[in-house]
């Protein structure tokens, strides 16, 4: 039995790594830093990737026992990533726990907040949680956001398209910005 999960973890690991790679290189687009005005720091860098974590989420969302497991697959991914970037930052091994427990915290608001906005097709909601959360510390001079707020909004809709299959082979393709 419990072989049988090292092996199906193994047979999926090319897909984890694909699609994964996908969500990556999607939050890596230099339009976001240069034209969308996320800042392109450590901080800004997390919440790109935080959010098409999420946005991957929402598209895998109620679509069966393969597909969500392969999305739990990708977001350990996303964590163990996270694990390993802190500890080359040089947090040592005993601060790890308690910055992965922040960092996991900070996602999943962020997937509750930004979600939301998206779910209701709302701009203005969605960029100021987008301001909140990518410049907390100066909230009242931030740029404004809602030209990433309207792709994000676009791209979730662009998922919904792929077919269970096509979300099960890490398929799922990011349009880019």
Known sequence: MILSLFRKKRSNSA??????EELTDAARQLTFYQDMNVPDTVLGRFEMLSIFMMVYLRATKDK?????GLAQDIIDAFFEDIDHSIRELGIGDAGVPK??????????????????AIEKDDVSELNTALIRNMFPENIEE??????LGRYLIATDKALVGYSLDEMAQGNLKIVRA
Do not use: H, N, T, W
């Open 142 to 147: 931030a740029p404004d956001m809602s030209e």
């Open 15 to 20: 897909i984890i790594k694909r699609q994964y």
């Open 99 to 116: 910055r992965m427990k922040k960092l996991a915290g900070m996602f999943y608001g962020r997937a509750d907040s930004y979600g939301k």
């Open 64 to 68: 069966g026992e393969a597909v969500e």
